[in-house]
């Protein structure tokens, strides 16, 4: 088993900034990698980006790329979610999920991660 848990969201005014941190506990070393999703009201949850503990290769959504940045620290065992230039569309819960499917492939659809955190809530006000 692998705990996550999220933290670092709040509100915010479009164009600021605001870090989120998932720290990872339990059985790490089965995970390959960890992935940020978000999910707005009324809407389905979307990937957002994912990096690799190996590496620390990473890959975005296109609506994020450029603004955002997924970043790992092997020894504490936490994933970074920097983000900057917020929009209010960006206004969701944030989730970070662990995978254990290929150490080689960025994993971007949800039901291929098996842990998940709780969540936590970015709002960007216009």
């Known amino acids: 088993q692998v705990q996550l848990v999220e933290s670092g969201g709040g509100v915010v005014q479009a164009g600021g900034s605001l870090r989120l941190y998932c720290a990872a506990s339990?059985?790490?070393?089965?995970?390959?990698?960890v992935g940020w999703f978000r999910q707005a009201p009324g809407k389905e949850r979307e990937f957002v980006a994912t990096?690799?503990?190996?590496?620390?290769?990473?890959y975005y959504a296109d609506s994020v790329k450029g603004r955002f940045t997924i970043s790992r620290d092997n020894v504490k065992h936490t994933v970074y979610l920097q983000m900057n230039s917020l929009k209010p569309e960006d206004t969701a819960v944030y989730y970070c999920?662990?995978?254990?499917?290929?150490?080689?492939?960025?994993?971007?659809?949800?039901?291929?991660?098996?842990?998940w955190g709780q969540g936590t809530q970015v709002t960007v006000s216009s």
């Open positions: 999920a662990a995978e254990s499917q290929d150490p080689r492939r960025f994993i971007i659809n949800a039901w291929e991660y098996a842990y």
């Open positions: 339990g059985r790490t070393f089965s995970a390959y990698g």
């Open positions: 990096t690799k503990w190996s590496g620390g290769l990473t």
